[in-house]
């Protein structure tokens, strides 16, 4: 794959995509709640993965190791908090978005809570400038 630079502004298009993807949809509610959460959820799952990836690439980057284990999602944040690359503040916001990505791999889209949903939605813009 390419250099830093390059991986970083693919991910950030894919950030900002997805942020606009959402707004949209929070303009404009479909009829079915329940479709409109679960279209809400698919695209937090993929706002938090692009954030991921930059992180994991940066951290590769400055040096870091990614060391692969059941908790490496968690110690990602940990490091990259540790490390200075994000502040305290910005890795407790992405914790509540690696929980939200745990319980929607493992769930159902109809037991995703609609409130809890809406507002990770409209929580992201003030955290997708990473």
Do not use: C
Request: glycine share 4%; no cysteine; charged share 20%.
């Amino acid at each position: 794959m390419g250099n830093f630079s390059e991986i970083y502004l693919i991910e950030r298009q894919n950030v900002e995509r997805t942020l606009n993807s959402m707004q949209e949809l929070l303009k404009t509610p479909l009829s079915n709640p329940e479709y409109n959460t679960s279209l809400l959820a698919l695209y937090l799952h993929n706002f938090y993965n692009s954030i991921e990836n930059i992180l994991v690439r940066l951290l590769k980057e400055l040096g870091y190791s990614i060391k692969q284990s059941g908790s490496w999602h968690k110690d990602l944040i940990e490091l990259a908090v540790s490390s200075n690359v994000i502040t305290e503040n910005l890795g407790s916001e992405l914790r509540r978005y690696l929980t939200f990505r745990h319980y929607f791999i493992h769930s159902y889209a109809f037991l995703l809570n609609e409130n809890f949903v809406l507002t990770l939605a409209v929580d992201a813009n003030n955290i997708g400038g990473i």
